[in-house]
């Protein structure tokens, strides 16, 4: 295997370039996609141990993870710093040791930050500002929504919530106000913030969510919304789907039911992404679900110690579409509690989880080690492709999220109460690994992309440039250039139960590309055109040179209206 090469520090420079007379590059002629197949991928080990188990995971400006797990389970393995509280440790029994830590990826460095209350199994958005706002918990903190910063920690807003949202899912809205949906027992919504001149409408019942309830095993938990470019939602409970207007603007839509009737959501845990937003297509959105587990699943592993295969399909859908349909495809594995990570080339990789049983506590088996990439755009058949494995089970509370580098994070799986190391089938994972996914093969540095400046904050639908070199560019650069020159902006995921919220590829238009120098060169885009293609917050972007991204730079989308 090809050793791996050492990352180069990403560049974020707060300035549009002028583009300053430079020569016209013709769009070159598209080169064959880099056979990524001769690169299954590597895995790499970034701490054996962060402390706690990720069992929740954010990607931050600034190049920072926020990864943290539960407060009512004992003791972690990672110290508060000496002078936080020890008071801080909530409801379970009192300690010492921290619930939540940020890895600071450009120094590999951890830093453990105290937690007041329980964020069990909780629900996260970025804000456009940059903060992460992260919904409930358990017990104590079930009514809680904390802000976190590094430079501020935790900042508990207590009562925030209008429900208990344990199980909840938040998705970020064009106006930058976050939809806090479902949650255990929760057949309602509510926003963050509420509206201030209207608290007693601050829930909203939301029937579908009853409807897709099981008995005994629910099966609709942690649903999956993804924001249309229209601005309505799409939500995916059970094995079916409606498209709704959080607003009331328009008409619920009911979509129809996946072909074969597996629930994909929590215990059956599925994952779903929304593909790629094309700037040709802007009102165009496709959705994919992968996985999940047969019905009645939960049951039988809970109560009878039968332990069923997992569900081997994905399911395909174009919401917007007049007559939408489920185009059903088969996965070259089965795999409950796989998450779903969006790439920067519009791929998809599919990774942790298990063949067979369901989420919850000591109820899955048979750890699928192996990730898979979906290429979307592939002719059916030829989509999937199986990866290398790794040496670690991620089992249930495992995450996975896209960093700064274009690699998968990889962590977590606690499929116990407590913390168990030993004498178990699956311990406690605390460590934290990188997927360097097909595209990060030290052959193709040569194409590799570097990111030299692009804008801090763009509005939407305005021109920008990002400037880029390709380091084997030495000579005749104008003719290297061959390759098609893409810049997809990725919205960071909050992840968590095999579910990445607020996930979310915008392929940016890209006009003129100019040569500056000797393998340094200049792509004129165009920013998002709305809030409802991309919602106003940080986004990463990444040029993409004949299928090779580069290292992201953090870019704002600022909100409508007033500057803020
Ligand atoms: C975590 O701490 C426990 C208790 O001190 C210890 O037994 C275990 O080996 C530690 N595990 C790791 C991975 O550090
Ligand atoms: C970000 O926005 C939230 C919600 O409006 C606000 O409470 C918080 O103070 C803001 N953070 C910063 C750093 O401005
Ligand atoms: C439940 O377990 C028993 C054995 O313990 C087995 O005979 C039976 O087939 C199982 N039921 C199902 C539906 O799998
Ligand atoms: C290991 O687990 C088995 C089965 O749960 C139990 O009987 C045994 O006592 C455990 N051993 C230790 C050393 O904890």
Redesign the pocket.
């Given at each position: 295997m090809p050793k791996p090469r050492p990352f180069l520090p990403h560049i974020l420079l707060s300035l549009i370039i002028a583009n300053a007379g430079a020569d016209d590059v013709p769009l070159p002629p598209q080169e064959p996609t880099p056979a990524a197949a001769s690169f299954p991928g590597e895995w790499q080990l970034l701490h054996a141990s962060i402390g706690v188990s990720a069992m929740h995971m954010q990607l931050l400006p600034g190049d920072f993870v926020l990864m943290f797990d539960r407060t009512d389970t004992g003791p972690s393995n990672i110290s508060l710093p000496a002078l936080a509280p020890c008071a801080a440790a909530a409801d379970g029994p009192a300690d010492c040791t921290a619930h939540s830590v940020l890895l600071d990826l450009r120094s590999n460095v951890l830093h453990p930050y105290p937690l007041a209350t329980n964020p069990w199994c909780s629900s996260g958005a970025l804000?456009p500002?940059g903060?992460l706002l992260q919904t409930g918990g358990f017990s104590n903190g079930d009514r809680v929504a904390r802000?976190f910063?590094p430079a501020t920690g935790w900042v508990e807003l207590p009562s925030a919530l209008a429900a208990r949202r344990w199980y909840a899912t938040d998705m970020i809205l064009p106006d930058g106000r976050v939809l806090v949906l479902g949650g255990r027992r929760q057949f309602n919504f509510e926003f963050f913030?509420h509206d201030a001149a209207a608290p007693a409408a601050a829930l909203t019942f939301f029937p579908f969510l009853d409807e897709t309830t099981e008995l005994d095993t629910e099966d609709n938990l942690y649903p999956f919304l993804h924001l249309l470019p229209d601005g309505t939602v799409f939500v995916f409970a059970n094995d079916r789907a409606v498209v709704f207007d959080p607003y009331n603007r328009a008409p619920l839509r009911r979509l129809p039911a996946v072909p074969g009737g597996v629930p994909r959501n929590y215990p059956s845990s599925g994952s779903s992404v929304l593909l790629p937003l094309r700037p040709d297509a802007p009102a165009h959105a496709e959705v994919l679900v992968c996985g999940g587990a047969p019905r009645g699943a939960y049951r039988l592993a809970l109560r009878n110690g039968t332990f069923v295969p997992a569900d081997r399909t994905c399911a395909r859908i174009a919401p917007t579409d007049m007559d939408p349909a489920w185009a059903v495809e088969e996965m070259p594995m089965a795999r409950v509690m796989g998450d779903m990570v969006l790439l920067p080339t519009g791929d998809v990789l599919i990774v942790n989880g298990a063949a067979a049983g369901t989420a919850g506590w000591e109820l899955g088996r048979e750890p699928v080690t192996r990730p898979v990439l979906y290429r979307p755009d592939a002719q059916l058949g030829a989509r999937f492709e199986a990866l290398a494995p790794s040496a670690t089970p991620r089992m249930y509370h495992s995450s996975a999220a896209l960093d700064t580098y274009g690699r998968v994070l990889v962590g977590g799986s606690n499929p116990h109460v407590g913390y168990v190391f030993t004498n178990v089938t699956y311990p406690t994972e605390l460590s934290l690994e990188a997927f360097l996914p097909p595209y990060m093969d030290a052959r193709l540095d040569g194409a590799r992309p570097r990111v030299m400046a692009a804008p801090a904050e763009v509005g939407y639908g305005e021109a920008s440039a990002v400037r880029f070199e390709v380091p084997g560019h030495v000579a005749g650069g104008a003719e290297a250039a061959a390759g098609e020159v893409r810049v997809a902006a990725v919205a960071p995921a909050f992840a968590t139960h095999s579910f990445g919220m607020n996930q979310r590829v915008v392929e940016l238009a890209v006009g003129r590309v100019a040569q500056l120098d000797v393998g340094v060169y200049e792509a004129e885009v165009a920013a998002p055109p709305t809030p409802g293609v991309a919602p106003p917050g940080y986004y990463l972007w990444f040029v993409v040179h004949a299928g090779v991204p580069s290292s992201a730079a953090w870019v704002r989308m600022r909100p409508l209206g007033p500057a803020t």
């Open positions: 804000l500002n903060t802000l910063s913030p």
